[in-house]
DNA sequence: ACATACCTTTGATATAGATCAAAACCAAAA
DNA sequence: TTTTGGTTTTGATCTATATCAAAGGTATGT
């Protein structure tokens, strides 16, 4: 059973996509289930097929890859955030991604199958259609902004404008899965650090 | 007014995503739009709201960045592919991309407000959803796996993987936008070639 | 409180790619 | 055919990041 308060906050977070009015809700939530899973463990393995969508109530997670046998870190995600390894999930084919919480880490989930029900269900077919174009024409935005910043900026560049838009995320997360994510070295970060005196944010 | 064989072309290229049956398509075809542009001429100027979503028939475009003061191409799009500076289409915010016709390019248009009629369009509305969705989620992928090559793999290797998938690309388009396409600067590509002999290919 | 594992910093050095400038090449236009 | 503008190559040099290795921190679990 998902508690009732974890539903509110689904619900509260897909607004920013689509509203369910109650009916429709009262058709969706059999589809939902509820899953916890402890910093360290793993939402998608490396070479699995990923099988739910999932939604973040709590907690964080990183999606890595592996190159000659060590991780590196391309994203992560964190509260009212979908998280998923998408082309695995919408081709149900392998994941080349492996998706680990780097938290404690309560999610909703929507299983593969159960969303090819809601999209032919009677009631909810067009909401959902629209829930998923809107969801993956949010996240064309992100990776949008986040390649310019690849074919234009330097890492160093990429870095001090992080520090701008996600300061956020550079006090919740080891450095050298940061480093990862602005692809470079955790070495070089903290180089970077150095010389651009940590952003003349905090010394 | 649009040729028949155009049309067909698109329907045709449509059909990867949705299909349309005869009586839909009859609902669908007055909000199209057919649009020429010559070689060098814009579809997208950079600095401008994107209005439309095109459909390449025939010819190519590329898509770029400014920075200070020049142009850096970070993508490409051909014969049976979309183009659209996604974010500000969807949003209707100045696009920070210019595109512009490596050739001369034919399209076919829908304009934005169109695509909001069709989106509430009694007939097309749940069709027209899931093309959205079903675009949307295929760029998705693609911008997969562009952001894991340049987390993951050097420039060099990034090249040689491109010479394996996508050796068309390198065929038809100047090499100086390859390389900004693959992070670096011309120069850098041309020794990139050099040392790795061509790619081994044509000497 | 200690031990262990992991992270971050620092130093020394190597290297891929950047930059600047010139030459060679090519293709379209006159 | 020559000119012109743009592209690619080459050479010389510079620099940011990578790599390797060690030392110093910090957190976690026992």
Known sequence: MISKTTLQ????GLTKFVTFSD??????????????????????VHGKVCKHIGFVIKGSLRFYHVKD??????????ENEFVS?????????LSLTGIQAMEDTE??????????????????????E??????????????????????VQSPEERYL?????????????????????????PVSLSRIRKRTLRGVVNN
Request: net charge neutral; charged share 20%.
């Open 107 to 128: 999610l909703i989930l929507i299983a593969y199958e159960d969303m090819q029900q809601l999209l032919a269900h009677p009631k909810l077919a067009f909401k959902m």
């Open 85 to 93: 390894s998408y082309k695995s999930y919408l081709k149900q084919e």
């Open 23 to 44: 009916a429709e809700w009262v058709e969706l939530t059999p589809y939902l289930r509820a899953s916890s899973i402890k910093k360290k463990d793993h939402f998608v």
């Open 9 to 12: 906050v689904f619900r509260e």
């Open 161 to 185: 404008s992080m520090i701008e838009n996600q300061a956020g995320i550079l006090l919740r997360i080891p450095q050298h899965y940061v480093a990862n994510f602005l692809g470079i070295t």
């Open 130 to 151: 629209q829930f998923g174009r809107l969801i993956a024409e949010y996240y064309i935005c992100c990776y949008e902004d986040r390649m310019a910043a690849f074919i």
């Open 69 to 78: 046998g060590t991780e590196i870190t391309g994203y992560f995600c964190f």
